[in-house]
């Protein structure tokens, strides 16, 4: 009979009636010993670690080598899977590091699934931290900030009005639709079995099992087949599937792309019908999956393949209307610009969220009109399409502000690298986001082609020969009437107290509004300080001289 889970170990045995208390079989600390729990961000300290003595005996040879060299699974997850067998728990490496291992690919973490309840895994381990709410997991913490994540056995919720003891599941524990009209899952900490576990899992190559005492794959799913054949297919039917968590759409497209899959067609079919429910999902997890496909450098391939299932729309509306103003060689042109960031993951280069974000929606920048006017903020703006974009990701999908506003400062400083923009090089360089910039506009050359001169030029240390902009007749009237405005604001500043009465001399203006850029800008030393990435030009004094100067060349 499948349980709800209890809030502690105590209250799982207490499920159990006649069980021994595990917890009675366990060292109690002394009273000196007692800690507060470790944070997240803390190393675990020396005794927290697991010794290689709490090992079982070595199992007995049974003339079969194993399925998986165990030289390739991770000394550290071993340590934990032979802690949990000696407290009497099932414990079996699951998942992403069984199917990849399967594949003759590196996993990039290794996950553990085991029949101890969360509690009781906290109680095993004090290096041990249990995080999440709707699905609770136990993070266990070795030096070095690595973390083996161990999750419990569990049941699909929606299959708990089908299961009793008189009629055993079916395979992929299907349910007719009229039963449940509504499959979004919005509970899952059910407990169930290692076979119910494999069952409620998304794809069946993702429902294998790894015993590394018996050194065999379990499979209750076939999927040692799937992966045979080079397919993606769910467990069960794809049709409810999908709809109980729509996300899998975006699980379903990175794996395809990143191990060169193919989607089996009923499963492919579900896909497409279960777009729509997208916005039904938790806003900050669609961003997150959306992040996991760029950041594993299979960009282009996930997002053509986004493309066809008509899923931009939700994920990145100004991808998909810039699809369509554009055209065909619109499409060409970001999907350049897709293909240069994957080389540049794929070569092992590490970029953060803003740089990735920004290289894509260059090109959408790029195809809008120039905007030289300020925000009511006091601050110049990129395409209305591209904040309105930045500024949902932050209310909506929990996108860090930080992480938003330097992706829009990176568009904006496009611009200058390329020459349309003229600013004061010295201050322009020594910009927090100076490097970052130019990182992406690396990226806009091998995407396009363009600029390659530029982009030495800033590389020797040298000031890339001014380009003239496309709309330089259309903004000319508007560059006047902003240098006669910063000339009203320089006269003002030079009346503050503490000017000098010589600086509004006609000789010395250029030599005092140069060196009183130079020592704002070294002072400030925020992203502010430099108009260049278009900062407030009403909250900093020092932007007028900035602007002054670059007006110079």
Known sequence: MLQPVPEDAREAVAFEAGSPDPLEEL????PEEVSFPMPAFTAPSAEDTIPDTDFLPEPQPSGRPAEIDPDKLDPDALKVIHRLHSHGHEAYLVGGCVRDLSLGRTPKDFDIATSAHPGEVRAIFRNCRLIGRRFRLAHIYFKGGKIIEVSTFRANPTELADTSPENGEEEGGEIEESQN???????????????????RRDFTINGLFYDVVEGRIIDYVRGRRDLDEHYIRTIGDPEIRMRED???????????SKLGLDIESRTYAAMEGAVEDLPRCAPARLLEETFRLIRGGVAAPSLRLLDALDALKI????????????????????????????RRVAAGELLDDAILLAALLVPIAQASPVVESLDAAGRPSVSQAIEDLLAEFVQ???????????CRLLLIAQRTLSGERRKKTGAFRRHPLFADALVVFEIS???????????????RGDVPSPRPSSTEGAAAEGDGSRRRRRRRRRSGARNKPGATEGASAPAASGASESTTAEAADEASGDDESDDTFDSSDADDDSGEDVEGASDEG
């Open 27 to 30: 060292p109690v600390p002394e």
């Open 181 to 199: 009209p509504d499959l979004l899952i919005t509970h899952d900490n059910v407990f169930g079995t290692a076979e119910q576990d494999a069952r």
């Open 246 to 256: 729509p996300v899998r759409i975006l699980r379903a497209v990175r794996f395809a």
């Open 315 to 342: 994920l990145l509306p100004p991808v998909a209307a810039y699809f369509k103003e554009q055209g065909r060689r619109g499409q060409e042109t970001f999907y350049a610009f897709a293909e240069a960031l994957d």
């Open 396 to 406: 909506t999908a929990r996108l860090p502000r930080r992480i938003a506003e330097r």
């Open 445 to 459: 050359v091998e995407a396009t082609g363009r600029h390659r001169d530029a982009l030495e030029a800033w590389k």
